[in-house]
């Protein structure tokens, strides 16, 4: 019987050893600066005795890797450790990742250096305060971000929504319009659907998680190589598709259909591809009873990476997006149905947006590198509103157009002098065409006018040069200067910029940056039109950048190996602002949200941000995951009459939790994912409205001398992601649900006068919002 048992049991442990699945593991290894591959590198999986050394192209490779979660330590003579963490390994999907080494300064020997690797270290290197990289896990992980790297962002110190029904973004206080995007290295339009002009944000992002790598997100005092922003910077990068395997990911739900299909274009050869489309229809929300507003909306989008290495040549790339969105609302064409003036009007809305770049990638001798890039964007955005003063008669309300192209050229050289010294230089041309046309009124009694009718082209000159000063391994200077140019009125910006960096110990580090930073107004802005006794003009072809210094101090705290605490305080001084050309208005571009406005304008506001970041993280470790982020600050401009106000972004505080717990069963074959969001904000300011004046004229108008003296109640919302995960024999499935304002919440979005009602009218923000979707990988 005792040998009965023994035999049985031992079968029994080959069973479940046998039924345990196992997934490959592999990437490569490559110097942070110069993207070399490194040869030799020691690479370990976390935890366990499984060892590989990468080959003279940085290659690794790890076969029959159980399910669940690694980390990956990487060492070599002569570089800083490096760990990657918390790679989640399913069985649909291989493994294939990028691990980047920093140069040590002081090497003795055969000697390893030990580095305090932060999980969400910037990929670039010369990025040391307000930045961080984030994972496209974060993108899935984190409650309500469905895959959007801006909703993804909210959960960051100091970054607010600036509106549920969208993703754009508010970042210190900061007008969501002063965002850059760079994808590889390339400026970008704005990738997000339902997008306006002069905007960096929409309904939903245009981009596929399936495409996005880990990449950098900052928030202020930015690098040398960024400019044309004033707020903020996502500089995204794109994974490469499996060169060696096809694999194929498929999507359905709420949000629509999602396919992902990549891999070799030979056994032979090196190169991959990586293309997503997905085709959406709101109106499945609306069925099952969900408020997501009036009328039709839908939208569709490509995107692609196709990687083409060379032998000697170096490496190109071919990558790219489009967007379609469009949303119709029909008027309510029975009068005896009207309950609010909006019942009367009807309107047509596209938004289109293209991109396709190709980069060139090359070695230049041991330690240089040369990256161009040439990238073509096309966007078209148009809408046409009604009104019906009848039930049988209506009247065009507002119709418009803008139709913007660019042809960017880019460059950037890198070179390596020795461990303590590197230089960066770099240079962005960029062609721009316009076609643009506003035919609206002032408010809703006043006649049509054509605002815009213009033509044109224009270029814009960008250079850079940084340098970095490792003085040890523990102290890093980063110096360095950016120019903009804009031909169209020859206005233009020298920038210096300057960060330090020093680590204290193991445990603690400080970093100081500075950064006078300047922005291209939104296009619309510099051809508004202005008729005065039968001649047109345009006031605003002159106006000048707006600039901003940046001020930013710096204070990290590890208190273990997988909870760190940090604390920023920053300052920014805002000046050359557009403001109204009237000493009486209080007008300013500071509080755009969207879009332009077409008022002649000066440069003669400023505005100033300041305030104090705290946030707790604990990185991914035995399941479980959270962060605690508050921010306390001050948002003021002052326009044309001289009078400091409040921004409309000035909320004074933000408060953030986001925290998951996976519950892993089965030897990692399912795994149930709870993931919670929570917000705690002030509300945005608002301007009181006159209700008699405006009464008397039948539409709305502001207390424009009471401009944001208002402030909306505080904002508050929860939401809550739900995820099963099944890993089969080459097959992974996930079913999730996520729920946006789990409470359903009424948050205020803004306020105006009703003329069909005669009195004001308040507009909530979005309500409960359940997202459901199945995916598999295979």
């Not at 004033?230 to 598709?241: A, I, P, Q, T, Y």
């Not at 395997?245 to 739900?253: M, V």
């Not at 300052?571 to 406005?597: A, E, H």
């Given at each position: 019987?005792?040998?009965?048992?023994?035999?049985?049991?031992?079968?029994?442990?080959?069973?479940?050893?046998?039924?345990?699945?196992?997934?490959?593991?592999?990437?490569?290894?490559?110097?942070?600066v110069?993207?070399?591959?490194?040869?030799?590198?020691?690479?370990?999986i976390?935890?366990t005795k499984?060892?590989?050394i990468?080959?003279?192209?940085?290659?690794?490779?790890?076969?029959?890797v159980?399910?669940?979660?690694?980390?990956?330590?990487?060492t070599?003579?002569?570089y800083?450790e490096n760990?990657?963490?918390?790679?989640?390994v399913?069985?649909?999907?291989?493994i294939?990742?990028?691990?980047?080494?920093?140069?040590?300064?002081?090497?003795?020997?055969?000697?390893?250096?030990?580095?305090?690797?932060?999980?969400n270290?910037?990929?670039?290197?010369?990025?040391?305060?307000?930045?961080?990289?984030?994972?496209?896990?974060?993108?899935?992980?984190?409650?309500?971000?469905?895959?959007?790297?801006?909703?993804?962002?909210?959960?960051?110190?100091?970054?607010?929504?600036?509106d549920d029904g969208n993703?754009?973004?508010?970042?210190?206080?900061?007008?969501?319009?002063?965002?850059?995007?760079?994808?590889?290295?390339?400026?970008?339009?704005?990738?997000?659907?339902?997008?306006a002009?002069?905007?960096?944000?929409?309904?939903?992002?245009?981009?596929?998680?399936?495409?996005?790598?880990?990449s950098?997100?900052?928030?202020?005092?930015?690098?040398?190589?960024?400019?044309n922003?004033?707020?903020?910077?996502?500089?995204?990068?794109?994974?490469k598709?499996n060169?060696?395997?096809?694999?194929?990911?498929?999507?359905?739900?709420?949000?629509?259909?999602n396919?992902?299909?990549?891999?070799?274009f030979?056994k032979?050869?090196?190169g991959?591809?990586?293309?997503?489309?997905?085709?959406s229809?709101?109106?499945?929300?609306?069925k099952?009873?969900?408020?997501?507003g009036?009328?039709?909306?839908?939208?569709?989008?490509?995107?692609?990476?196709i990687?083409?290495?060379?032998?000697?040549?170096?490496?190109?790339?071919?990558?790219?997006?489009t967007?379609?969105?469009?949303?119709?609302?029909?008027?309510q064409?029975?009068?005896?149905k009207w309950?609010?003036?909006?019942?009367?009007y009807?309107?047509k809305?596209i938004?289109n947006?293209?991109?396709?770049?190709?980069t060139?990638?090359?070695?230049?001798?041991?330690?240089?590198?040369?990256?161009?890039?040439?990238?073509?964007?096309?966007?078209?955005?148009?809408?046409?509103?009604?009104y019906?003063?009848?039930?049988d008669?209506?009247?065009?309300?507002f119709n418009?157009?803008?139709k913007?192209?660019?042809?960017?050229?880019?460059?950037?050289?890198?070179?390596?002098?020795?461990?303590?010294?590197?230089?960066?230089?770099?240079?962005i041309?960029n062609?721009?065409?316009?076609?643009y046309?506003?035919?609206?009124?002032?408010?809703?009694?006043?006649?049509?006018q054509?605002?815009?009718?213009?033509n044109?082209?224009?270029?814009?000159?960008?250079?850079f040069?940084?340098?970095?000063?490792?003085a040890?391994?523990?102290?890093?200077?980063n110096?360095?200067?950016?120019?903009?140019?804009?031909?169209?009125?020859?206005s233009?910006?020298?920038?210096?910029?300057f960060?330090?960096?020093w680590?204290?110990?193991?445990?603690n580090?400080?970093?100081?940056?500075?950064?006078?930073?300047?922005?291209?107004?939104?296009?619309?802005?510099?051809?508004?039109?202005?008729?005065?006794?039968?001649?047109?003009?345009n006031?605003?072809k002159?106006?000048?950048?707006?600039?901003?210094?940046?001020f930013v101090?710096?204070?990290?705290?590890?208190?273990?190996?997988?909870?760190?605490?940090?604390?920023?305080?920053?300052?920014?001084?805002?000046f050359?602002?557009?403001v109204?050309?009237?000493d009486?208005?209080?007008?300013?571009?500071?509080?755009?949200?969207?879009?332009?406005?077409?008022?002649?304008l000066?440069?003669?506001?400023?505005?100033r941000?300041?305030?104090?970041e705290l946030?707790?993280?604990?990185?991914?470790?035995?399941?479980?995951?959270?962060?605690?982020?508050?921010?306390?600050?001050?948002?003021k401009?002052?326009?044309?009459?001289?009078?400091?106000?409040?921004?409309?972004?000035?909320?004074?505080?933000?408060?953030n939790?986001?925290?998951?717990k996976?519950?892993?069963?089965?030897?990692?074959?399912?795994?149930?994912?709870?993931n919670i969001?929570?917000?705690?904000?002030?509300?945005?300011?608002?301007?009181?409205?006159?209700?008699e004046?405006?009464?008397?004229?039948?539409?709305?108008?502001?207390?424009?001398?009471?401009?944001?003296?208002?402030?909306?109640p505080?904002?508050?919302?929860g939401?809550?992601?739900?995820?099963?995960?099944?890993?089969?024999?080459?097959?992974?499935?996930?079913?999730?649900?996520?729920?946006?304002?789990?409470?359903?919440?009424?948050?205020?979005?803004?306020?105006?006068?009703?003329?069909?009602?005669?009195?004001?009218?308040?507009?909530?923000?979005?309500?409960?919002?359940?997202?459901l979707?199945y995916?598999v990988?295979?």
């Amino acid at each position: 019987m005792k040998r009965l048992f023994s035999c049985m049991a031992l079968l029994l442990c080959t069973f479940i050893a046998q039924a345990q699945f196992t997934q490959i593991v592999r990437g490569t290894v490559t110097d942070q600066v110069l993207q070399k591959p490194i040869a030799g590198a020691a690479v370990n999986i976390v935890g366990t005795k499984r060892m590989a050394i990468t080959d003279e192209n940085g290659n690794f490779r790890f076969n029959d890797v159980p399910v669940g979660t690694v980390s990956l330590q990487v060492t070599m003579i002569g570089y800083k450790e490096n760990t990657a963490a918390n790679i989640t390994v399913n069985a649909g999907k291989e493994i294939v990742v990028s691990v980047a080494m920093m140069e040590a300064v002081y090497t003795s020997g055969e000697v390893v250096v030990k580095a305090n690797s932060k999980k969400n270290k910037p990929l670039n290197d010369l990025s040391v305060v307000s930045a961080r990289a984030f994972t496209v896990e974060e993108t899935e992980k984190y409650a309500a971000a469905v895959n959007d790297p801006l909703r993804m962002a909210t959960n960051f110190a100091g970054v607010a929504s600036a509106d549920d029904g969208n993703n754009q973004i508010v970042i210190r206080g900061n007008s969501p319009t002063g965002l850059l995007w760079k994808m590889e290295g390339v400026d970008i339009p704005n990738p997000n659907h339902f997008a306006a002009q002069g905007s960096s944000g929409g309904g939903i992002s245009i981009l596929s998680a399936q495409l996005l790598s880990n990449s950098d997100f900052v928030t202020g005092a930015f690098a040398a190589e960024y400019g044309n922003a004033l707020s903020g910077v996502f500089d995204l990068k794109l994974r490469k598709g499996n060169n060696e395997k096809r694999e194929t990911t498929l999507q359905a739900g709420l949000l629509g259909l999602n396919v992902a299909v990549e891999g070799p274009f030979s056994k032979k050869y090196k190169g991959s591809y990586l293309v997503n489309y997905r085709y959406s229809t709101l109106s499945l929300l609306d069925k099952i009873g969900v408020n997501i507003g009036d009328g039709t909306t839908n939208f569709q989008d490509l995107s692609y990476n196709i990687y083409l290495p060379t032998k000697k040549a170096g490496t190109f790339s071919i990558f790219g997006f489009t967007g379609l969105s469009n949303q119709d609302v029909n008027a309510q064409t029975d009068s005896l149905k009207w309950e609010t003036e909006g019942d009367r009007y009807g309107s047509k809305y596209i938004s289109n947006t293209t991109f396709s770049g190709i980069t060139h990638n090359i070695n230049v001798g041991r330690n240089s590198k040369l990256n161009s890039a040439v990238g073509y964007s096309y966007s078209k955005l148009s809408y046409l509103s009604d009104y019906l003063e009848k039930q049988d008669s209506s009247s065009v309300d507002f119709n418009g157009f803008d139709k913007t192209s660019k042809l960017s050229l880019n460059s950037t050289f890198s070179h390596r002098f020795s461990r303590k010294h590197t230089l960066k230089l770099g240079g962005i041309v960029n062609f721009i065409g316009f076609n643009y046309y506003q035919l609206s009124k002032e408010n809703t009694q006043a006649p049509l006018q054509e605002k815009i009718n213009i033509n044109n082209n224009t270029t814009t000159l960008q250079s850079f040069a940084e340098w970095q000063y490792k003085a040890s391994d523990k102290l890093t200077f980063n110096a360095g200067i950016h120019y903009l140019q804009l031909l169209y009125n020859n206005s233009s910006s020298t920038e210096p910029r300057f960060s330090v960096k020093w680590d204290v110990n193991k445990k603690n580090s400080l970093a100081f940056g500075y950064g006078l930073h300047s922005q291209v107004q939104p296009w619309g802005i510099y051809f508004a039109q202005v008729t005065d006794n039968g001649k047109t003009s345009n006031p605003n072809k002159d106006i000048e950048l707006t600039k901003a210094q940046h001020f930013v101090l710096s204070y990290n705290h590890a208190f273990s190996k997988n909870l760190r605490f940090k604390t920023e305080v920053y300052y920014q001084q805002l000046f050359n602002v557009p403001v109204s050309t009237s000493d009486t208005n209080t007008v300013s571009t500071l509080n755009l949200q969207d879009s332009y406005i077409t008022d002649a304008l000066v440069n003669k506001g400023k505005g100033r941000n300041y305030g104090i970041e705290l946030s707790l993280e604990k990185y991914l470790s035995n399941h479980v995951y959270f962060m605690f982020s508050n921010s306390l600050y001050q948002s003021k401009y002052t326009a044309s009459d001289g009078i400091e106000r409040n921004t409309r972004f000035n909320g004074n505080f933000i408060s953030n939790i986001v925290a998951g717990k996976e519950f892993v069963y089965t030897e990692g074959r399912r795994t149930l994912g709870i993931n919670i969001k929570a917000v705690y904000a002030g509300g945005y300011r608002t301007t009181p409205i006159d209700l008699e004046q405006s009464q008397q004229f039948g539409y709305t108008v502001f207390k424009d001398k009471e401009a944001y003296s208002l402030q909306n109640p505080a904002y508050m919302r929860g939401d809550i992601r739900i995820s099963m995960k099944w890993n089969r024999k080459n097959f992974t499935s996930t079913l999730s649900l996520d729920i946006q304002n789990v409470t359903n919440r009424q948050n205020i979005y803004n306020s105006y006068y009703d003329a069909f009602k005669g009195k004001v009218v308040t507009n909530y923000q979005t309500g409960l919002i359940p997202i459901l979707n199945y995916k598999v990988e295979f």
